[in-house]
């Protein structure tokens, strides 16, 4: 069965730091590309990035360029997404979702993980 | 960055009812086009890959048609497990999501 959890979420200050990890199992990780999709309280969903299955190619949304970068351990079958310069439109549920297609078809979705962002 | 209009943002429907949710994509993305069901509190669950496919598993009262610009998602004869909010996404280049649309119970 795939699974996929997440964990790392939490309360933060603006300007801070936090990683976020998806531990994945029931598929060949390494054979997929994996994506953060996050979503604000009460509002829709929005693509935030991606990477292929080896990690050596990422992508980001405009509006966090720059301050989160996502990462992979295929070793140990885990996502990561680490985010610095948080500010409060941050604030969302962050679900770690794998793509069976390459070009971002959402099959799998984890739990989802909160991170707020507030003083 | 391609934008998704999706339509209506709400709507009420009795079960049994047919539903239809249209979305526009500000330029062709061929068949590149995916429907998400979220019910309250979880995640989203695939239910139509490019744009027609129905995902292992999902009832076949829902459909999705459509190429190019404009696509429809229909469900067929509406169930209570149905109430939801969905979203189409886009996936010809960087994804992106509609807005979404509430069906609610009437």
């Known amino acids: 069965e795939v699974q996929l959890v997440e964990s790392g979420g939490g309360l933060v200050q603006p300007g801070g730091s936090l990683r976020l990890s998806c531990a994945a199992s029931?598929?060949?990780?390494?054979?997929?590309?994996m994506h953060w999709v996050r979503q604000a309280p009460g509002k829709g969903l929005v693509w935030v990035s991606r990477?292929?299955?080896?990690?050596?190619?990422?992508n980001y949304a405009d509006s966090v360029k720059g301050r989160f970068t996502i990462s992979r351990d295929n070793a140990k079958k885990t996502l990561y997404l680490q985010m610095n310069r948080l500010r409060a439109e941050d604030t969302a549920v962050y679900y770690c979702?794998?793509?069976?297609?390459?070009?971002?078809?959402?099959?799998?979705w984890g739990q989802g993980t909160l991170v707020t962002v507030s003083s | 960055d391609i934008q998704m209009t999706q339509s209506p943002t709400s709507l009420s429907a009795s079960v049994g009812d047919r539903v239809t949710i249209t979305c526009q994509a500000s330029?062709?993305?061929?068949?590149?086009l995916n429907w998400y069901q979220q019910r309250p509190g979880k995640a989203p669950k695939l239910l139509i890959y490019?744009?027609?496919n129905l995902e292992t598993g999902v009832p076949s009262r829902f459909s999705g048609s459509g190429s190019g610009t404009d696509f429809t998602f229909t469900i067929s004869s509406l169930q209570p497990e149905d109430i939801a909010t969905y979203y189409c996404?886009?996936?010809?280049?960087?994804?992106?999501f509609g807005g979404g649309t509430k069906v609610e119970s009437k």
């Open positions: 979702t794998r793509d069976n297609s390459g070009w971002g078809s959402f099959d799998y």
């Open positions: 029931g598929f060949t990780f390494s054979s997929y590309w």
């Open positions: 990477i292929n299955s080896d990690g050596s190619t990422t």
């Open positions: 330029q062709d993305i061929s068949n590149y």
């Open positions: 490019d744009a027609s």
């Open positions: 996404q886009q996936y010809d280049n960087l994804p992106t």
